[in-house]
């Protein structure tokens, strides 16, 4: 158990709806990343954020945003979806914000757009 | 394009032997390399780190080389177990927020 927590652990939904993933990290860690997985496309990097601000940028879709709160959990919004979408959706935490950061993953939010 | 690339083709290795994987990047210069293992399903778990200026780092049975002039990271698992098959993911970071993860490649340990 890496500490990091998700929810939902599954999503199913239908094409042009909304949801929004939920991402806790360690405790102490102050950094969270989102990344997608499809079958296709490995590991992306999508976004991070250090202590509530915006640290980098990835692929993210302009349809796709995410926000870090004052008590550090993260979420994820995925708006007019798309079959594309499915996919497994990764938190990690890490201690710091640099280049060295050892990521902690949680277990994944699995969605399913039909 | 920046980028972090992978054996795609899986490894079938026979138990005790050592698995050496590859890490290739282009248009990049990583400060640190990082290898993780993920299990079908579930979140990568780091594994090890090595910074540019080093030129190796083990762990137990692991051990990984950085070659700058290569542009090149190998990862190996000496005295491989069944317990070893897993996907290995090769990580790259630089000091200007660039993150990004290799495809992966699939290690399958038999008896």
């Known amino acids: 158990d890496s500490g990091v927590t998700q929810t939902p652990k599954h999503l199913i939904t239908a094409t042009g709806q909304r949801v929004t993933l939920r991402c806790s990290p360690r405790s102490g860690d102050l950094s969270v990343y989102w990344y997608q997985q499809s079958l296709d496309q490995g590991l992306q990097f999508l976004i991070q954020y250090y202590n509530g601000e915006e640290r980098a940028k990835g692929n993210i879709l302009e349809r796709f945003s995410a926000q870090q709160f004052p008590d550090l959990h993260s979420e994820l919004n995925l708006s007019s979806l798309e079959l594309g979408d499915s996919a497994l959706y990764f938190c990690a935490s890490s201690v710091g914000a640099g280049a060295r950061e050892t990521q902690y993953f949680g277990p994944g939010t699995r969605l399913l757009v039909l | 394009s920046q980028k972090i690339e992978q054996n795609s083709e899986a490894l079938n290795i026979q138990e005790g032997k050592t698995a050496t994987l590859t890490c290739n990047y282009t248009?990049?210069?990583?400060?640190?390399l990082q290898w993780y293992r993920q299990d079908p399903g579930r979140g990568p778990v780091f594994l090890l780190l090595?910074?540019?200026?080093?030129k190796e780092k083990r762990k137990e049975r692991l051990k990984v080389t950085f070659d700058t002039t290569l542009k090149q990271s190998l990862f190996h698992i000496t005295a491989s177990q069944p317990a070893d098959s897993a996907t290995y993911l090769c990580?790259?970071?630089?000091?200007?927020?660039?993150?990004?993860f290799g495809a992966g490649t699939q290690v399958v340990v038999t008896p």
């Open positions: 990580f790259g970071a630089n000091s200007w927020g660039k993150l990004q």
């Open positions: 090595i910074r540019e200026n080093e």
């Open positions: 248009n990049y210069s990583p400060a640190y």
